[in-house]
């Protein structure tokens, strides 16, 4: 009996209580931070590098914008786009350089052997004398132009190149596949245009990619040095064919889409000032500015070969 009476005692009191419910608490979706966002990574690269343009001093990882990221040293630089299937790598330092660029993009937490192309600028050692020792780490593909393709194979420039001897001989590499001008280099979702861009060096490539970040994508492009340095005994005005070549890719470089520049040599174009926005990262007119550097600078280059 004295159970019956307790259980109902409870049962009115349930019956007079409202009823709780306590809701099931919902783990939050993770987002995902950036690696190296500009935001931070971009002052310690200039805070580490200061003015220096030394090929071989070690620089931090900086993401450029969305799957795009500088992963070279404070005074050259190569560029690690990542994709869901494979990842794209443009130039390799030297073969020092090489190591630290390894080290960067471990340090960001991406395989080395997710890295299924890996793409040139210019065929002179600062650029891709490490290209043989990245292309062991990764079991990548290499592309080269047709021009550069036997100086990349060999470590040796060309006699055509207007640098020929003034470099000691790299560690060659094995050129996987051979690009024209507008030729693509795609891997799933990441598609690279080559643009052929002699005048620094006969087989010299610069390319453009879009980069996207949400639904803000940029066109990205990395434009070769361009710059007219040769050894003393070289005339540019001497080679009219080689000439008009010159200046054809300094205008396909003015032309073409840009909204954010790279270059070979993070100092040509302020890669330090435009990291830590004391000038804009996103510039249309970027690249129309470096050519037009590029045009002076070469007009100028000319004025004294006439002048002796």
Request: aromatic share 6%.
């Amino acid at each position: 009996m004295f159970v019956r009476l307790a259980t109902l005692a409870i049962a009115a009191i349930a019956a007079q209580s409202p009823i709780l419910t306590i809701p099931l608490q919902k783990t939050p979706r993770q987002i995902e931070r950036p690696k190296a966002p500009i935001e931070e990574s971009g002052p310690q690269w200039a805070a580490t590098c200061g003015d220096s343009t030394d090929w071989d001093q070690p620089a931090p990882p900086v993401r450029i914008h969305a799957n795009t990221y500088l992963v070279g040293t404070c005074g050259i630089s190569a560029i690690l786009i990542t994709g869901d299937e494979g990842h794209v790598l443009i130039d390799a330092g030297t073969e020092k350089g090489a190591e630290l660029i390894a080290d960067n993009i471990r340090q960001l937490g991406f395989r080395l052997g997710d890295i299924k192309y890996l793409l040139m600028s210019h065929e002179h050692f600062d650029h891709v004398g490490g290209m043989a020792r990245l292309q062991q780490l990764t079991g990548a593909t290499l592309v080269t132009s047709a021009p550069a393709e036997k100086v990349l194979n060999t470590g040796v420039a060309s006699t055509d190149d207007p640098q020929s001897g003034m470099h000691k001989p790299f560690p060659a590499a094995t050129v996987g596949r051979v690009i024209g001008d507008g030729g693509e280099v795609r891997l799933h979702d990441l598609n690279l245009t080559a643009m052929t861009t002699p005048g620094h060096t006969p087989g010299a490539l610069s390319w453009r990619w879009e980069s996207c970040d949400g639904g803000v994508c940029r066109t990205m492009v990395y434009a070769d040095s361009l710059s007219p340095i040769s050894r003393d005994d070289y005339r540019f005005s001497d080679h009219p064919d080689y000439l008009a070549a010159y200046r054809a890719s300094i205008a396909k470089i003015a032309n073409t889409r840009c909204e954010i520049l790279l270059t070979p040599h993070p100092s040509a174009s302020a890669m330090k000032e435009r990291m830590t926005g004391k000038l804009p990262l996103f510039d249309p007119t970027g690249c129309r500015n470096y050519a037009a550097a590029l045009s002076k600078r070469l007009d100028d280059r000319l004025a004294k070969e006439a002048a002796k």
